[in-house]
């Protein structure tokens, strides 16, 4: 247990949210955002290479938001605040079809955005589950009340597919590597506020731009 890679507790990616919080919680600091969700892919990967067309998705679109940071103009990619502002005064955001814009940061982040929701719920209802709950269909209606939403068919189709593959409840638990079940639901409870505090934020900002249905 010496090594960090061994410690790596499902706790910490999900109290990284906490620090995704700027400007007296106004704001979300981009490049924590994407520290979390880069913790919550290896948490995906640990799962299985059934999931590797889920998380090259996330990993392709947390590199595309890495590159606008690292990029020239990186101070304006700080925040999704400043990003927001930035990408629609500069007119660098396909509003309603696909055009000379096809990776802006503001539909690149409406992506993880949304998966975040899923996330929300699927643990939420992992939390609330009792030892003879199937993680598929926790995960299933989780999905279908979020991402599915915005899915094509045929991507729908994969996902469920891939969802009955997903490992029983107790080792989703073991993998989160917090301690016992008592543990983990005592931990989803202090950790998920965090987290749903970053969504909330986020969708007010999307909302009020009128960008949540970004092509
Ligand atoms: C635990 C099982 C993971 C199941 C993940 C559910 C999400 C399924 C989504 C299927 C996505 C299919 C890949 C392609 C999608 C893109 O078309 C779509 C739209 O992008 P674009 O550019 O085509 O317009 N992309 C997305 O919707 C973004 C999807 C990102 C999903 C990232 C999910 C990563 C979550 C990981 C958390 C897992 C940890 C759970 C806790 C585990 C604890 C042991």
């Not at 600091?29 to 590797?52: A, Q």
């Not at 067309?53 to 990993?59: G, L, M, R």
């Not at 409406?110 to 995960?139: G, M, N, V, Y």
Request: proline content about 2%; overall charge negative; some cysteine.
């Amino acid at each position: 247990m010496s090594t960090t890679e061994e410690k790596f507790s499902l706790r910490e990616v999900l109290v990284s949210f906490k620090s995704c919080l700027v400007d007296d919680d106004q704001d979300v600091l981009v490049e924590h955002y994407l520290d979390g969700w880069k913790g919550l892919v290896r948490f995906m990967n640990s799962l299985g290479t059934i999931f590797s067309f889920v998380s090259k998705d996330a990993v392709n679109k947390i590199q595309i938001m890495e590159n606008y940071l690292k990029g020239e103009h990186g101070e304006r990619y700080r925040t999704l605040q400043s990003m927001v502002e930035y990408e629609l005064s500069s007119n660098l955001v396909d509003l309603t079809k696909r055009g000379s814009h096809p990776e802006s940061g503001c539909r690149t982040i409406l992506r993880l955005h949304r998966a975040l929701r899923w996330l929300q719920l699927f643990l939420e209802k992992l939390r609330t589950s009792t030892e003879d709950s199937k993680t598929s269909t926790l995960c299933t209606e989780a999905y279908n009340a979020s991402l599915a939403n915005h899915h094509p068919w045929i991507i729908r189709k994969t996902a469920t597919v891939a969802f009955l593959a997903l490992p029983v409840r107790n080792t989703f638990f073991e993998v989160m590597n917090v301690g016992t079940t008592e543990d983990v639901v005592d931990m989803l409870g202090e950790a998920m506020p965090y987290v749903s505090n970053v969504y909330d934020l986020t969708q007010e900002l999307y909302s009020q731009h009128n960008l949540l249905d970004l092509p």
